[in-house]
Every structure is written in C-alpha cells, then in structure tokens.
C-alpha cells in the first residue's frame, strides 16, 4: 500500500511538471508581455495539482484562485485552464461532486460569457462556437471524475466480493475438516474400542482367575491389563480431541511420572529429573512433550535391550528441552532406520517450530532429544 502510494505521488508530481511546462512554454510564446508576478501565479496554480489526491478540495481552491488571478492579468487562454480542469476531475472522483459542481457552473458561464464579449464582430455562429467550447471541457472534467469514481467503486466491491469468496471458501474446508475429523474419531471408536475393551476383559479375568486360585499372576498378564486400561483412557483422550479441538485430553508433562511409572512395568525402569523453573506451557506444547517422551520410552522398552532409561525435562525462557536416553545396545554407526514412532516425533515437534534429534550415543545406547519453543504455540 506505501510503494501503490509512492507511486501514485510521482505520477502525480511527474503530470504537475509537465503541465508547468506546457503553460510556461504557451505563455512565453503568447502575444502578451509577462511579468515575473504573471509567471509565479501560473507556476504556483499548477504546481499544486502534484497534492492532488492528498488534499483535492484545498488542491483546487488554490489553483482556482491562481489561475482567475493569472486570467485577470494576462487574459484567459485554454492552456491556463488546464489546473483548473484535473482538479475539477480530482474532486469529482474523490467523490466531492457538490463542491464541483459550484465550481463548474460559475467557470462555464464566465468561461461564455468572456468568449461572447472577446467577439462581438464574429458571424453568430463562430461567436457561439467559440463560446461553447469552453463548455465542453468542463463538463468533460466533470464526467470524466465521476466515471472514474464508479470504476474505482467497482473495483472496490469486485475486491470486496473476492475476499467474500475466499471467507466462504476457508469456512468450507474448516467445515469439512471437522467433518472428516469426526468421521476419524468415529472409525477409531468402531475398530479399536471393541478390540481393546475385550483385551482389558481378558486380562482383568484371568488375573482374578490366578488370584482366586491362589496362583502367582505372571507380571507379564498385570501389563497386558494396565496397558490395555491405558490404551482405553488414551483412546478416549484422542477421539475428545478429534470430536472437539482445544481439548487436551488430560495429557501432559504433570502426567510424566505416571507414565515413567507404568513403562517400568514393559521395559527397564526409567528416572526423571526436572532442571529449571516451569512456567506457564500452552497446552500444544504441553501435549508434544507427553507424547515424545511416551514414544521414545515405548522404543526403549522394544528395541534397545536397555537396563535403564533417564528422562530429563529443562526449562528455560521460552523453551521446554525433553532428553530421553538408555544404556542400551545401541552404539555409533550402528545405523538407525527412522520408523513410524520417530517420524511422528519429528512432525510433532516440527509442527510446533522446534528441532528433534534422535540418534545413537558415543558411548552406547541411544538418545532423543527435542526442543519445543513456547511462544507462538496454541
């Protein structure tokens, strides 16, 4: 909008100039001796048009008065009246077609009236035309302004009417986002509640079968039935996030040591330590970081062969730093083949402007670590 400005302004100063040559150029050429007052009036009435669009009204007052004062002393001329006449033009666009017009009429009957009187020796019909012609270009200024105030209007509301579209467009895809999120909650609810809610039966009755029989109940049972509890709760978080966004589903860096607690249970036992001051975490963040730390203590207990695994959560000024390392098999060079639980990671972290690493460490085992921003998170 400042450069469309700039560039208007030096159209403007670009025509001004090359009306004050055109005048000063008839005016020399003229019959008539001027003075330097003569040339200044000239000068200063047509320079002033350079403002037109800035002030348009107070652009053509003082051309107007210029001008009439330039006529009175040289005597009219069509080249003089020039100013006059895209200031005319100006007001009328700019949409001040009252002040024009009182301007208009009062200049065409003078504009007559002296062409009437300059020619009184004339055929009837010369003097009339040389006493029309004057008409005809104000009247023309005058059309032109308004002509070129109704495009300006249609342009405006064809404008208007395009961002109407593009709004209508947004809602849409937003309308039938929330419908496929909700078809998505729906599939999950129909495919995997009934599969997970058997899998908790199953292992809720055998436990009490083993208890009830006085038997030791395998450790590897009491997993399968928290777990399967868990996966239920998780389940139930993620489809109240697809049915309603905002909700964050109870999921979150409170909820840490609980989730450090139950991956004991499927994989070696993991400690968490806490360095810096948590402030306030907005929810997105504080979503990521439950889910990158429960993905990479998934990995741990599945693939490193891990006797141990440490969580670290930093705080810092605008930033939350996760580190989930093992003391696994894992070791430099060994080549990591990134699988669907690292890129998940990645996009989550990506999503919210931060950076993953997750790579083998030097002296064995493996690492992940993720820094999250907390401005410009939802």
Known sequence: MTADRGWALARDVALAAAVAALAVTDAALSAHRLAALDYALLLAG??????????????????????????????????????????????????????AASVTVPLIVIAVASNLAKTPGDPAGQAIQAAILPVGWFVASFVLGEVSRHRRAFVAEAQERARDAE???????????????????????????????????????????ARKRGEEVPEALVAVEDASQEAMRELRATLEVLRGPGEDGGYGLDRLPALIERAATAGPPATMTVEGQRGSV????????????????????????????????????????????DDGTAAAGDGIVPGMGL?????????????????????GGFSVTAELPLEGAR
């Open 46 to 99: 047509t320079l002033v048009i350079a403002v037109r669009r800035r002030a348009p009204r107070t652009v053509l007052v003082i051309s107007l008065v210029l001008i009439l004062a330039y006529t009175a002393r040289v005597g009219p001329g069509p080249i003089a009246t020039v100013p006059v006449l895209i200031a005319i033009y100006t007001v009328t666009a700019a949409g001040h077609r009252i002040l």
């Open 167 to 209: 709004r209508t467009r947004e809602a849409v895809a937003l309308r039938r986002a929330d419908e496929e999120r909700l078809r998505i909650a729906r599939e999950l609810h129909d495919s995997l509640t009934h599969t997970i809610s058997v899998i908790k039966v199953q292992a809720g009755v055998a436990v009490h079968l």
């Open 282 to 325: 907005p929810p997105a963040v504080d979503r990521a970081a439950y889910r990158i730390v429960q993905e990479a203590l998934t990995n741990v207990a599945k693939h490193a062969n891990a006797t141990a695994a440490r969580v670290t959560i930093g705080y810092t000024p605008g930033m939350v730093a996760i580190r989930v390392e």
């Open 343 to 363: 890129a998940g990671m990645r996009e989550r972290v990506t999503a919210l402007g931060g950076c993953l690493n997750a790579a083998p460490r030097p002296g």
